[in-house]
């Protein structure tokens, strides 16, 4: 570079440094990008940490607890009302000579029954051992396993054989912690056919704390002497139903020789809904029947439950001749001139469970 043009860009240098405009120029743009780049800064970092806390606050919201909480919310209706069954392996598997079992009859029960199929989206499997979970899982419903240490309730345990009475208390003592968490069930055995939506004829009035089946119905639903039956009822989630299922389970071990309903009958007649202030409506057989009392009119019925029978084989034999029963209802009852015919229609004899109390009686002596 030539000495004329080094001193030619001194010269504009200093000219340039010189001049209080162009420099203040310079200074307002430096300035201008700091402030900029700050901002860009801070507003990255705000939404960084409104985005994390967010997604926190998600995540605490959508995130159960633990496998049971997550089984109960993905079963729930809006109000928190899921709908339980129990299960074990003689309900869930086949045995050697059968085609059938408890549970395919119980969701067959389901698939013909009026406006009950969308039902089974709200209905929880509880199995108590493993091939039972198995079955559940296969038939791609809501299961949830409720473990058993040190006690094996796979086989089929004999109405009021030692094993049953264990069983029907680990039942009480798992619904109790289902209230706990907030939610009203629909507590039915397997052994009931819902061949209608109960839910239309159980109370909506939030006031009713509880709503039990009976045996043989009295005509008056508030009356206190019913013959109960725990094969189905409707329970709220509230400090009274908790007390009461938790002084219900507290009499477990001075009732030898009484299954649970037994104790719950006795508690009831002890008084206890008036101690707890409770609501209670027991239902009518003719709409939540059973073989120890028929519906009298098929026209109405919305349950029928396999009680007053002794053994698994019997209550398959005589729930699939309900089922039977069922679909000729439903075939003559979708014929007008047919229409005056279905106020006829009677149950079939429940022979299977008829004869089984034979047999146990004859076992005996």
């Known amino acids: 570079m030539t000495q004329k043009h080094q001193n030619t860009r001194m010269d504009y240098v200093k000219h340039s440094i010189g001049n209080p405009a162009l420099l203040l120029f310079f200074l307002f743009g430096f300035f201008y990008l700091c402030i900029w780049s700050s901002s860009i800064t801070n507003s ?36 928190k009302t899921v709908i339980i069954t129990i299960i074990n392996k003689a309900y869930a598997d086949q045995d050697i000579k059968a085609d059938t079992t408890m549970l395919d009859l119980f969701l067959e029960s389901f698939w013909l029954g009026e406006n009950t199929r969308p ?19 296969f038939r791609r419903l809501n299961c949830y396993m409720l473990k058993t240490d040190g006690l094996d309730f796979r086989g089929e345990k004999v109405y009021m054989s030692e094993d049953f009475i264990k069983m029907m208390w680990r039942r009480t003592l798992f619904l109790i912690e289902v209230l706990k968490r907030g939610y009203n069930f629909i507590f039915t055995d397997t052994d009931v056919m819902w061949l209608r939506n109960p839910l239309v004829r159980l109370s909506t009035n939030e006031t009713k704390d509880l709503q039990i089946s009976t045996d043989n119905f009295l005509g008056d639903s508030q009356s206190e002497k019913h013959l109960i039956n725990t094969g189905f009822y409707y329970i709220r989630s509230n400090n009274k139903t908790i007390k009461l299922l938790e002084k219900w389970y507290a009499m477990k071990d001075n009732s030898t020789g009484q299954k649970e309903q037994d104790v719950l009958l006795n508690l009831i007649g002890g008084g206890i809904i008036r101690e707890l202030n409770l609501s209670v409506r027991f239902l009518d057989t003719l709409y939540f029947s059973g073989f120890c009392q028929d519906s009298e009119d098929l026209r109405a019925v919305a349950t029928v439950h396999a009680n007053c029978c002794r053994s698994i084989s019997a209550k398959v034999n005589d729930l699939r001749a309900v089922l039977r029963d069922w679909k000729r209802f439903k075939k003559y009852a979708s014929y007008k001139r047919l229409a005056n015919v279905t106020a006829n229609l009677r149950w079939s004899f429940h022979w299977g469970c008829y004869k089984s109390w034979k047999v146990a009686t004859t076992t005996i002596g």
């Not at 039902?119 to 979970?133: E, F, G």
Request: aromatic share 6%; with cysteine.
């Open 44 to 79: 990255f970092s705000v939404f960084q940490k409104e985005s994390l806390s967010a997604l926190s606050n998600t995540s605490n919201t959508r995130v159960p607890q633990d496998d049971l909480e997550e089984a109960l919310s993905k079963a729930s209706m809006a109000d």
């Open 119 to 137: 039902l089974l989206d709200n209905l929880l499997i509880v199995a108590m051992d493993q091939t039972a979970y198995d079955r559940c899982l």
